[in-house]
């Protein structure tokens, strides 16, 4: 696949985006059938931004969930925005014959939502986060504010001492004065007295920390932006002085644009292409709206900006930074609850856990239980004599991978390893990258991204030579190897030694190892082999079921849903009178309870404390129900361009447990947001009397009391 040879490359967007424009498109009636992918995506967002508001979640908790769709809203718009914006940049003949649907339509309502959203922020920002640090004797200052003499003598000197080596600035009197703008770095705008001419001053958060606690009165906690301390400094720099200055920021596109993955060293180019991502053409300047239209005008000129590149924001950019946001000691009030992760009662004790899987499944659920066991099972497989093989799929490997080392210690042991390591994940290249050079020196066998297919299964092999046969032990998960995010989001992990499902893994395996993507699996669904096939067979028993009288349902749980064919196969099962309850972390492009087409649909989503991030596939099958977890949702990406794995749950113990969690989810009251018609999040209604239901809470607490009676 070409992707930056001017056809190639817009051949290969609109793969991705063809569809994603036109879901809006009429097909039955004149109706609309279809949410439109972003602007779903924008509406799960507007769910964190309502984490924010809502005063019932602890203060510091708020501010996480401002940084959390700051931090999305960025990637947003270098990735989503950027690529629609590549499409406005086509001859537009070769834009008619790809698209229906025009890429500007569709960038003005992105933009529309999105200034929505950000009123909104500001808002919550300034009238509900601010007023309750100040109740809670917490001061977040500006340069105005820095009264005491004692505030202004260590602002000073924090300025002279800390931040003055790592300044640049120039001033800008048009175009042929300006330097690069770095990809989310924030810099000043200042007007200068008596100068026709701005000043420009980088504001170094990537080598300081943007929030500095300041000296105050007993029982205060001060604390300033490092953008205030250069703010109320910037005469050291501008000696004729300043007028006003405005804080901007930059996103620029994050695609890396390859000329072919199919020659050369794909993972080399990868490489290359990583040093330029900082360098992409810009999607999105943020700027102070406090910046008169003229000045506006000016700094358009003098960046070489269109309009639509251009968006008011708040005095301060890089809401992400917030995730740093000091907090005083002794107030607990302000954070959520502790929830140390669990034991598992079979793993925490055993002396050998592959002992432990020759006896029986086990089933981990993240973040509610400790990850460790994971690189645990390496170590041990890496010391074990009878272990002659270790495999395993990266797709985001943590910058300090116990697995990553566990792997390098099966290697020194004279284990062979075998890594497929994805380098085609996105903002986690270079991790990637980085360990999979470290294995590859150590002498592992280490393979890199498949031209024109990601790898995004999470799965794990052993081979074990007992009583002179190779029997396989496999680790089948739902989310990423990686023991920081399994503090995050939530998982769930199959250990098992049943050769119905490891047989299998073997399989998938030998299938990413040979050149091409093809195979037989019997009690696997793997894409993009029989995926999609399967599923759609399951809902079609539902189909059959329901037309002969015989109950039929399905519960399905996955972070988004945008394949039009799996929905179309939705609506036909919600015509034949098949219940259908879905869980959707994120976009969801089927439109619930539409009358004639989808009223046996109901949706939710969960926005908490922890990232909803496990697939559950549960089907009713007559009576004789069937489970899958699986690390593919329902877009068209994951059921046909990227290696999946979805595996059934055989053991009946594990697959109660599992039900009995997906229940818990769909009563969630608390949580729990209803995706319908209208995009507008409401919450479920709750009636007097009724039980409160927060899901990830109660799963954390029936794990503890399950413990507690397993004793």
């Not at 007007?191 to 420009?200: K, M, V």
Request: proline content about 5%.
């Amino acid at each position: 696949m070409a992707l930056l040879n001017r056809a190639g490359f817009f051949v290969h967007l609109s793969i991705q985006f063809k569809k994603t424009l036109e879901l809006s498109a009429c097909s039955r009636s004149g109706r609309f059938m279809y949410h439109k992918r972003d602007i779903s995506w924008l509406s799960f967002n507007h769910r964190v931004l309502q984490e924010a508001r809502d005063p019932n979640v602890p203060l510091y908790e708020r501010i996480k969930f401002l940084a959390i769709y700051s931090s999305n809203l960025d990637e947003f718009y270098r990735v989503r925005v950027s690529s629609l914006r590549q499409f406005q940049r086509m001859d537009k003949q070769e834009r008619k014959s790809m698209l229906e649907v025009k890429p500007k339509k569709e960038l003005k309502e992105l933009k529309k939502i999105v200034h929505q959203q950000q009123v909104e922020f500001g808002i919550i920002f300034r009238s509900q986060i601010i007023p309750a640090l100040r109740e809670n004797n917490i001061f977040l200052l500006n340069d105005h504010q820095l009264f005491s003499k004692e505030q202004k003598e260590f602002a000073k000197t924090y300025f002279l001492e800390k931040i003055l080596p790592h300044l640049q600035h120039q001033r800008m009197a048009d175009k042929m004065d300006v330097p690069f703008l770095k990809n989310r770095s924030l810099y000043f705008v200042a007007r200068l007295i008596d100068a026709d001419e701005f000043g420009l001053v980088n504001i170094p958060s990537d080598v300081l920390p943007r929030f500095i606690a300041l000296p105050g009165l007993d029982g205060q906690f001060n604390v300033t932006f490092l953008d205030e301390i250069i703010r109320g400094n910037l005469h050291h720099l501008f000696p004729e002085g300043v007028q006003a200055a405005y804080s901007i920021k930059v996103s620029r596109d994050a695609e890396l644009y390859i000329d072919d993955e199919y020659t050369g060293d794909l993972r080399q180019k990868i490489k290359d292409s990583l040093a330029k991502r900082s360098s992409g053409a810009p999607t999105r300047m943020l700027y102070d709206s406090a910046m008169s239209i003229e000045e506006t005008k000016e700094l358009k000129e003098i960046f070489q900006l269109n309009k639509n590149d251009l968006f008011p924001g708040a005095r301060y950019h890089n809401f992400s930074d917030f995730f740093g946001f000091p907090a005083p000691d002794g107030k607990p009030e302000l954070h959520d609850e502790p929830m140390p992760p669990h034991v598992h009662p079979d793993l925490e004790n055993a002396a050998s856990i592959i002992k432990v899987m020759q006896q029986q499944d086990v089933l981990l659920h993240f973040p509610y239980q400790k990850y460790d066991y994971i690189p645990q099972l390496i170590k041990e497989a890496a010391n074990d004599p009878a272990v002659t093989e270790i495999k395993i799929t990266l797709y985001r490997v943590a910058k300090d991978s116990s697995i990553a080392k566990a792997l390098l210690e099966a290697q020194e042991n004279g284990k062979k390893v075998t890594v497929f390591v994805e380098v085609k994940a996105r903002f986690d290249e270079e991790s990637n990258l980085l360990w999979g050079e470290t294995l590859q020196i150590a002498g592992a066998k280490v393979m890199y991204s498949r031209p024109g297919i990601k790898v995004h299964s999470k799965i794990l092999l052993i081979s074990r030579l007992e009583a002179d046969a190779i029997r396989y032990y496999a680790y089948l998960g739902t989310g990423n190897f990686n023991e920081k995010t399994a503090t995050l989001y939530t998982d769930h992990a199959l250990l098992t030694a049943d050769p119905r499902l490891s047989n299998e893994v073997a399989d998938v395996f030998h299938l990413l190892e040979e050149t091409p993507l093809v195979g037989s699996f019997h009690h696997l669904m793997v894409s993009p082999v029989n995926s999609r096939q399967k599923f759609v067979a399951c809902v079609d028993r539902e189909i059959e079921n329901a037309k002969a009288g015989s109950p039929a349902w399905m519960m399905l749980k996955m972070n988004s849903l945008e394949d039009t064919a799996m929905i179309d196969k939705l609506y036909e099962a919600s015509l034949a009178g098949v219940q259908i309850k879905l869980i959707i972390r994120g976009i969801c492009c089927a439109i619930p309870g539409l009358p004639g087409l989808s009223e046996n649909i109901e949706a939710i989503s969960i926005i908490d404390r922890f990232l909803e991030h496990a697939r559950i596939y549960h089907f009713a099958n007559g009576g004789q129900e069937e489970l899958y977890l699986a690390s593919a949702d329902w877009m068209t990406r994951n059921l046909d361009r990227r290696v999946e794995v979805v595996f059934p749950i055989y053991n009946p113990d594990l697959k109660r447990e599992l039900i009995k969690f997906l229940h818990i989810q769909w009563a969630d009251n608390v949580k729990a947001r209803l995706i319908n018609a209208a995009l507008d999040n409401p919450r479920k209604v709750v009636s007097e009397g009724e039980i409160m239901v927060r899901a990830q809470k109660d799963i954390y607490l029936n794990l503890r009391t399950n413990l507690t009676t397993n004793k």
